[in-house]
């Protein structure tokens, strides 16, 4: 059973910095491309940035581009999400999520298909 569990949320100033990290169990994680998806208050799921299984490739959208690096440790099982130069309107429930190939496989609303999410972390960007 798929499991994929983040972590590292919390409060950080304008301009801050925050790593997350989404540990995965119950597949086998460096034959799948990962994600990141936020959900702001009372706005719906947003694809941030993707993965291939190998590490080959990162894709960006254009509000994290420049500031957030995605990155993956297949001998652990990890993947990260480096979150800098942050702004309020990063605030939000971030989530992982598992890719159905090795390749990103992108739909027609640019966000890359996943069929498993974890519960998420909370991210508060704050002075």
Request: charged share 20%; no cysteine.
């Given at each position: 059973q798929v499991q994929l569990v983040e972590s590292g949320g919390g409060t950080a100033p304008p301009g801050g910095s925050l790593t997350l990290s989404c540990a995965a169990s119950g597949f086998t994680f460096s034959n799948?491309?990962?994600s990141w998806a936020?959900?702001?208050?009372?706005k719906g799921l947003e694809w941030i940035s993707g993965i291939y299984s190998?590490?080959?490739d990162q894709y960006y959208k254009d509000s994290v581009r420049g500031r957030f690096t995605i990155s993956r440790d297949n001998a652990k099982n990890t993947l990260y999400l480096q979150m800098n130069d942050l702004k309020p309107e990063d605030t939000a429930l971030y989530y992982c999520g598992k890719g159905t190939r090795s390749i990103l496989v992108?739909?027609?609303d640019g966000t890359s298909q996943s069929d498993s999410w974890g519960q998420g972390t909370q991210v508060t960007v704050s002075s």
């Open positions: 799948y491309a990962m936020r959900r702001a208050p009372g190998d590490g080959s992108f739909l027609p």
